[in-house]
Structures are given as C-alpha cells and as structure tokens.
C-alpha cells in the first residue's frame, strides 16, 4: 500500500469493525432480495391473471362460447409462460463477486439489458393472442346482434387503447436497453 | 476451504479493512440507515466468499473486489441513473458548491463523497481506492482497467481533488 494521498479521508470510521459471521449466514444482499421481491409481485400477478382468467375460461366455457374460453386459456398459457421465463432468467444470478470490478459491473449491466431487451418479444407477445382473439370474439358476439358497424365503434377506442399501451411498455424497456448499452460500450472503451 | 480458514480469512480482513470498507458504503450511498446496511451486505458477502478464497489473488484484492462490487451492484439496484460525469471526458470534476478548501474534516469528507457519487461506477471504485493509498498497479487489479488508464484517471483525479482540496498530503508516486 501507497501512503493515502489525504489523510481527512482514512481518518475517517477508523474504528469500525466487521459483523460477526454468524449474522451473515442467512442474510441476503439488498440486492439478492430486491430481485426476489420483483419476482415474487411478478409471480403473485400471474397468479391472480391465471386464477381469473382461469375462471372466465370455465365460465365462457359453460356458456358454449368456446372460442371465447379458448382465447381466455391463451392468456392463462402466456401468463404461465412468462412467470416461468421470469424465474428461468430473472432470478438472482450465480454469484462471482470476486470477478475484477469492470467485468462484474459488465456481466451485471449486459444480464439486465438483455432481460430488457427481450420485453417485447418474452413478456408483451405472449398475451397478444388472446387479447386480439378476445377483442375478435367480443365484437363478433356484439356484431351477430347490432352489426359490424355498431361492434367496430364500440370496441376500436379500447383496442388501440390496449395496443398503445404495449406498445409504450415495449418502447420504455427497449429505450433503457439502448441507455444501458451505452454504459457497456463506455466500460468496453475503459 | 475448512469453515475455520473461512472465519479465519474474515477476521484477518476485518482487521485489515474494515475502516476502508464503512468509508466505500458511506460514499457510495448518502442515506446512513442504508450506507449501514450496504456495510453489512458487504461483511457478509466477503464472509460467504472467503468459502471460496484460495490464495488466488492477494487478501486485499479479493476484499477490494469483493467490497466494491457489491457496491456497484447496490448503485445498479437503486437505479441512481441521473448524470454521470467521466474522469476521462472532463478536466474539472462536478461543483460541489463552495469552490473554498473545506476548513472542516468532515466537511470535506462529505464533499469527497458526494465526488464520488457523481462519478460512474468504475470512476467512484478508481477514486476510492485511491484515497485509501492504493498503488496503481493494485487498483488497476482490482477494478480490471489496464495500468495505463488508470495511471491517467489518478491523474486526473489528482488535478480535480487539489482544486478542491488543496494538494494532497504527500505526493504518491504512481506506479
């Protein structure tokens, strides 16, 4: 070790001390449990989707409106889906904490902007499906008994509603992504 | 790796570095409840690590590295993404308010770390190793960036802290 160019600066918490290691067996770092907990809100409104959707799906089912319960079921499906890619590839990843600080900062940022990246195509896809199909089946059940005209006005403000917001969903994730793939070619550049 | 050589390994590194390791959490996160709870973090990840520790580097590296990518990891998690200003993009770091050398420690203690806080994360980690006497060599081991950069970011850091500051105390020479 070089002598610290300012001595205010190693003045400072001279006295301080590590925990004891039996208070670190079971704790995980903040940021362990801050991708657990996104992951648990995540599971838990999947959850609530598959339980609800579930249940309109057996209802439109004992209706006889088939087509109906089986674009319900897709968005069960894609629910499932995207909770089980969730804790495939979000989950806290293998630690290697003693990698250099460039390469860990590195493996950190490319891991989340991956994740972002993929938004529209892993978390947002999934559900287009069955919500265009249940949009379809609505206004098609509307048009049997006013008409296509009547169907179409009604539901056209919701549809685009809908698509707008997955669609700025998609631009906010990919538009980090592009942010953070600016901070990977800044440390590349280092 | 025995369970006695990991607390041993712990013990030697909390007598070594636990000062350097309050000052890090305390720079790189201005709310003290959570600059505490960061401090934890890092004991009990280099606690965990020490599991794995075989000589592969020197103590200090794997606890510098250790300490200061959780850090980093904890300036990721709380998103922090407001402007940054590069070492390497600017002679004169951010104003920090009074352009007055702090006649207070603590004052320019505080101004120091709110350097740091401006800084991108690679810049921080350079500057904090270097305010704890850190040799370029054992810096540029620790954070990964080649001797030459970081030679030229203590340079750097050398101009913009002794327009802050003052000089330093003693004059390093960077090798």
Known sequence: ?????????????????????????????????????????????GALVVVVFGALAVFFAGEGEWALSATVAMTVAAAIFVVSKLHRDGSAQARSPEASCKD????????QRDLLRGVPTW????????????YLGVTANVAEVQGWAAALEGVWFKFVATAAFFVFVGWLNLHTARKLDREIAALDRA | MTEEKQHAYYREAGAQ?????????RAMERDGDKARDLEQDIHCELFRSFARFEGQCAL??????????????????????????????????????SGERAAAEGHAVARAQEM????????????????????ARDISEVTGLASGTVAT????????????????DHQEIIR
């Open chain 1, 1 to 45: 070790m070089t002598q610290a160019p300012f001595n205010f600066w190693t003045r400072e918490n001279s006295d301080a001390n590590f925990s004891e290691p039996g208070a670190c067996r079971a704790r995980s770092t903040r940021f362990e449990k801050s991708i657990r907990r996104r992951n648990l809100l995540e599971y838990a409104a």
């Open chain 1, 104 to 111: 860990h900062l590195r493996s950190q940022l490319v891991r």
């Open chain 1, 123 to 134: 978390y947002l896809a999934p559900f287009v499906p069955g919500l265009v199909g249940f």
């Open chain 2, 17 to 25: 570095f636990a000062p350097a390791i309050a000052r890090l959490a």
């Open chain 2, 60 to 97: 200090k590296t794997w606890v510098y590295r250790v300490a200061h990518n959780v850090a980093a990891e904890h300036r990721l998690r709380e998103s922090r993404r407001r402007p940054t200003v590069s070492l390497e993009e600017t002679d004169e770091l951010p104003s920090l308010g």
């Open chain 2, 116 to 135: 740091i806080r401006q800084l991108p994360t690679l810049d921080a980690q350079v500057m904090l190793l270097w305010l704890e006497g850190e040799s």
């Open chain 2, 153 to 168: 970011r203590i340079h750097r850091l050398k101009t913009a802290l002794a327009d802050q500051f003052g000089p330093p």
